[in-house]
């Protein structure tokens, strides 16, 4: 029904910048919501950002808040998250996902999501 297919990760050096994407196909609604998580070795699937699809509203877990930067566009179906001032502790891999008619409570658990993009690495070096 859905399906992500994500880019733009890769290796970059402490404080350097990177600019993953999130192409979406299939049938997509307004109401749907685009997460972004992220896994590192050995740690749980962990939620770092998401934006509402129709609305561009967007949530961020405090440790990327004035860093990283979820954005979309409605004509290319792509969803993309800008990661400024990189530091070692965000090398995981990064997995969009999508779905909808999500509460509120349920947002920022990776649980939720039925739809998931296939991972990009981000690796930042110290």
């Known amino acids: 029904q859905v399906q992500l297919v994500e880019s733009g990760g890769g290796l970059v050096q402490a404080g350097g910048s990177l600019r993953l994407s999130c192409a979406a196909s299939?049938?997509?609604?307004?109401?749907?919501?685009m997460g972004w998580f992220r896994q590192a070795p050995g740690k749980e699937r962990e939620f770092v950002a998401l934006?509402?699809?129709?609305?561009?509203?967007?949530w961020y877990t405090d440790s990327v808040k004035g860093r990283f930067t979820a954005s979309r566009d409605n004509a290319e179906n792509t969803v993309y998250l800008q990661m400024n001032s990189l530091t070692p502790d965000d090398t995981a891999v990064y997995y969009c996902?999508?779905?909808?008619?999500?509460?509120?409570?349920?947002?920022?658990?990776?649980?939720?999501?039925?739809?998931w993009g296939q991972g990009t690495q981000v690796t930042v070096s110290s």
């Open positions: 996902a999508a779905g909808s008619q999500i509460p509120i409570s349920r947002l920022f658990s990776p649980r939720t999501y039925p739809y």
């Open positions: 299939g049938r997509t609604s307004g109401s749907y919501v």
């Open positions: 934006i509402g699809w129709s609305t561009g509203r967007t």
